[in-house]
């Protein structure tokens, strides 16, 4: 079955940074697109990143473009979200996604706190 695995979020000042990672297992990584969701304490969850299957096209959220990057490594099958110059506006649970067959997976999400 189909498993998401979430790491590397925690507290990190206003303009710091943080690298997140997804252990993906039980579907053809290497074949699908992978994203990164984000879900900020009162708002609906957002797109924040995508990648293609091989990693030469990326899309990111107007918030989050110039800051973030999206990357995988297809031998590992993780996907990254490399975070720069965090906003206190960042600050929320990053989701790992899959959309397969007209199913969106889950992991559990990490968190990310923004705060002086």
């Known amino acids: 079955q189909v498993q998401l695995v979430e790491s590397g979020g925690g507290l990190v000042q206003p303009g710091g940074s943080l690298r997140l990672s997804c252990l993906a297992s039980?579907?053809?990584?290497?074949?699908?697109?992978m994203s990164w969701y984000r879900q900020a304490p009162g708002k609906e969850r957002e797109l924040v990143a995508s990648?293609?299957?091989?990693?030469?096209?990326?899309n990111y959220a107007d918030s989050v473009k110039d800051r973030f990057t999206i990357s995988r490594d297809n031998a590992k099958n993780m996907v990254y979200l490399q975070m720069n110059s965090l906003k206190p506006e960042d600050t929320a649970v990053y989701y790992c996604n899959l959309y397969l067959r007209d199913i969106n997976y889950w992991g559990k999400g990490t968190l990310v706190t923004v705060s002086s």
């Open positions: 990648i293609s299957s091989i990693g030469t096209s990326t």
């Open positions: 039980g579907f053809a990584f290497s074949y699908n697109v």
